[in-house]
């Protein structure tokens, strides 16, 4: 991190926003532009100072942090955003991650926290509360058995792998049922239990798995 990192700090409470403020300046490089009361605030103060990392309390009047979030992305607005929160919620952390957060911050640790928390997003990495780690093994942990659930072409049979890759070729069923001696209706059988197993709705929808796994199937 070699130059200034611009910030700005939204938060209904005043002594809160003071806070962070002296600490987050006790670093040369990280630099307060702005503080703000509640999120309608921050969004007009991103507009108008473009701040690398905004900071954004969850619980705010007019308009809350997860509000201003969407707001925020909807309007393009390219500046990272911290949530800062006193609650221990997992479903609270969760949608900040689907917001599209870089950090989410405990106010009972805060002080302690937002230094590393915006050395981290301003080096393009993700901080989260010490003491919300298992939240971050949970959602990491449903990633990867949702992963580990989807349908694949490593479901398929030998033969409705080698049906795949001819219709990656762009065969028709005649010419795929001559290429492996089977009768056109039984490669349409073969195609109705490929996308049965794989989910796909439609012929498009096979010829698009087709050719994008086309590599796999070699």
Do not use: W, Y
């Not at 093994?137 to 049906?163: F, G, H, M, W, Y």
């Not at 065969?171 to 490669?187: A, C, D, H, M």
């Amino acid at each position: 991190m070699t130059s200034e990192v611009t910030i700005i700090i939204a938060d209904d409470h005043p002594i809160v926003r003071k806070g962070l403020r002296e600490v987050i300046e006790e670093e040369s490089k990280f630099i307060v532009l702005a503080e703000v009361n509640n999120g309608h605030e921050a969004v007009e103060a991103i507009e108008k100072f473009a701040p690398q990392i905004t900071i954004l309390d969850v619980d705010m009047p007019v308009m809350n942090g997860f509000e201003a979030a969407r707001e925020i992305r909807a309007k393009k607005l390219a500046t990272e955003i911290i949530f800062l929160t006193m609650h221990r919620d997992e479903d609270l952390f969760n949608e900040a991650i689907d917001l599209g957060a870089k950090g989410f911050v405990l106010k009972d640790s805060a002080l302690a926290d937002i230094v590393e928390c915006l050395k981290a997003v301003a080096s393009k990495n993700h901080f989260t509360s010490h003491a919300l780690t298992s939240f971050l093994i949970n959602r990491s942990r449903r990633a990867l058995k949702l992963t580990e659930n989807q349908p694949s072409i490593n479901d398929l049979t030998p033969t409705e792998r080698r049906v795949l890759k001819l219709i990656a070729e762009n065969l028709t069923s005649k010419e795929i049922g001559e290429t492996l001696f089977i009768s056109p209706r039984t490669v349409e059988k073969h195609r109705a239990n490929i996308c049965q197993k794989l989910n796909l709705q439609g012929s498009h929808s096979l010829l698009k798995f087709a050719v994008f796994h086309k590599s796999e199937l070699l």
